[in-house]
Structure formats: structure tokens, C-alpha cells
């Protein structure tokens, strides 16, 4: 690791397959955490190579514990987090949404690390037992439209430096992983980056594999559809920048968006959005995220009409129907 080191701090980059064996290595706990926390500063200090994203990428991809959906044609709808913004959790609602519009959602999340409370931080809080069985999983996904994939029982090497990124407490090179290393290996992706040149990697990236995909970023650093300020889509369908206006709404101001100081009070918002009891641009950002997402199942579908069923989904009950029934099914 030392000479890795030096290679890295003389602004030198790995290539693809020096990327893959260094993680690969990580999961091994080959690097004491000092060594670690030196090598996960590096990339906080220059931009990540789009090699170096893919040989990281390959690396947990090759080493994860596979999860088999039987053809299942299903989404994942996940941001890096790191937008040190401490929104309440869009995604992860965004997943039960689409989940009540009657859509398969394969949910990949971990425990929040530069926010107060990440997906799997909620999931938990609202009684949702996290596993790693395969039949138990696919038990979930016909019962309730949607299952949670907790990041550290599927990737070794997460798990390897998750004290380390804890105690760093900052955005690395493993938020800008997770939303690519779907243990399932879903069908269709909607991602939220937290910067532009990350939103143009994934695009890159993505567009080399046959899927359906969308890459979210808005221009005042939001990691999803923040309904805040334009916002950019890169997709196989589309590379385009919208207005709110565009999608049917007003532009909300950032603190509508607060997540709360603890746990406990992001899961309070988070039942209470689902029970129908959130503010008009609480909704909003749902409504105008799972639209989106809905998308892509059919880029030919007019995005109002993908607004539409989210709409339902959320106001009907469908969406909190489906926490419920998730929740069930583990106990």
C-alpha cells in the first residue's frame, strides 16, 4: 500500500485492473485503517478517472454475494449520498412509491455515513430486519412489490472499511460506488450523483451496458430531484436539463426539504409522508422523483402521466401498503 501511496500522492492514476486489485485487497483487510483512511483522502483531493471507478466497480461486483430474482424486471432507485444536504430520505420513499404504482423495486441502501440518517438507517427504525437470503428476499418482492438489499451483507469490501469511513464521517469513492453495485444487477437504474462530472462518469459507464438508466443531479448539489433548481437527466433516452416547471411544479426552497437531527425524527417524516400527512413540497419531490423513475419501465410514456401514478400511489395508500406489507413479511 505504501507504494500505491506514493504513486497516488505524485497525482499518478490507477489504471482499470490496479483499481480492482487494490479493493479486492481491501476486502481482504490486507491495509491497516491509517493506510485506509490515506488511501480513501486521495480521492477527495483530485476527481476519480472513470478507470478507477470501473476497477473499483469490478472489484465489488466480482466479490459480492450474488442475489438471484428469477428474471424479475425490476428498479433501483438510489442516490450516493454525500450531498451533505440532509434531506429527508427521497430515494428510499421514492422506492415505496413506484413499488404502489405496481412496479418491482430492487432497493440497494446502507447506514448514512456524512448524513444523519442513510436508507438502511430508516429501514431499520421502522422494524424492517435486514437479510441476505435469497428465497426469504424473494418472498419480500412477491408480497410487497419492493425489497431492501442492505449494502454490507452483500459487499465484503464495504463491510471491510465501514469503521474507517465512520470515523473519516466524509463523502468517498464508496458513496460514488453504491448506487453501481446492485447485488441483483437490476434491469433499470434511477441514480442521483452529487456532483456533474460524477453524473457524466456514470453516464459513460452505464451506456456500455444494455439496461435502462437515468442519472439525476441538481445544479444546487442535491443528489436527486430536489425541485430546488434546474436539475440535469442523463439517460439512454435522453441528456437534457429541466426546469421544475417542466415537470408540473414550483420551485421549493431548500429547507422544506429538512430531514431532521436524528433517526428517529427522519423516520417520523418518512411515516408520515407515506401516511399522507406530508407538506405539498414534500409530496412534490416524491411525485416528481417516482415519476421519473416510473419512466423508465417506458420511455414512451409522457412523464405526466408517470406523474400521475405516482400521484396515486402515494395518495391512495398503495405506497404505504407496501411498507407494511415488507415490514411483515420479515417478522
Request: hydrophobic residues 40%.
Amino acid at each position: 500500500m505504501k507504494a500505491l501511496l506514493e504513486q497516488l500522492f505524485e497525482q499518478k492514476k490507477l489504471s482499470r485492473e490496479e483499481a480492482k486489485k487494490t479493493l479486492v485487497e481491501i476486502s481482504e483487510s490486507k491495509y491497516n485503517d491509517a493506510h485506509l483512511a490515506a488511501f480513501l483522502s486521495v480521492f477527495k483531493m483530485r476527481p476519480i478517472s472513470k478507470e478507477e471507478l470501473q476497477g473499483f466497480r469490478d472489484a465489488l461486483l466480482a466479490l459480492r454475494k450474488k442475489v438471484d430474482f428469477r428474471g424479475v424486471d425490476s428498479i433501483d432507485i438510489v442516490g450516493t449520498g454525500g450531498d451533505g444536504k440532509n434531506t429527508f430520505n427521497i430515494s428510499t420513499l421514492t422506492c415505496f412509491v413506484v413499488a404502489g404504482a405496481g412496479y418491482k423495486v430492487t432497493k440497494h441502501g446502507n447506514y448514512g455515513v456524512s448524513s444523519v440518517s442513510g436508507s438502511s438507517n430508516v429501514m431499520e427504525s421502522l422494524g424492517y430486519r435486514f437479510t441476505n437470503d435469497e428465497d426469504a428476499l424473494n418472498h419480500q418482492l412477491d408480497q410487497s412489490n419492493i425489497v431492501f438489499l442492505h449494502a454490507p451483507l452483500f459487499h465484503p469490501a464495504m463491510k471491510a472499511v465501514g469503521p474507517v469511513r465512520k470515523a473519516l464521517g466524509l463523502k468517498t469513492f464508496f458513496n460514488m460506488l453504491g448506487p453501481l453495485v446492485n447485488p441483483a444487477r437490476p434491469t433499470r437504474s434511477f441514480l442521483g450523483v452529487f456532483n456533474m462530472h460524477l453524473s457524466r462518469l456514470y453516464h459513460y459507464i452505464l451506456q456500455e451496458e444494455d439496461k435502462s438508466y437515468a442519472v439525476v443531479y441538481s445544479l444546487d448539489g442535491y443528489d436527486e430531484i430536489s425541485l430546488t433548481d434546474a436539475f440535469s437527466i442523463r439517460s439512454n433516452h435522453m441528456d437534457r436539463l429541466f426546469q421544475p416547471e417542466d415537470l408540473g411544479f414550483e420551485t421549493i426552497s431548500q429547507e422544506a426539504l429538512f430531514g431532521g437531527d436524528t433517526v428517529a425524527e427522519a423516520a417520523h417524516i418518512f411515516s408520515s409522508i407515506l401516511e399522507g400527512n406530508g407538506t405539498e413540497a414534500q409530496r412534490h419531490a416524491i411525485y416528481a422523483n417516482a415519476g421519473m423513475a416510473i419512466q423508465q419501465f417506458d420511455a414512451t410514456k409522457s412523464i405526466e402521466d408517470c406523474i400521475a401514478e405516482a400521484k396515486d400511489s402515494l395518495d391512495s395508500g398503495k405506497a404505504l401498503t407496501c411498507l407494511k406489507k415488507l415490514v411483515a413479511s420479515v417478522k
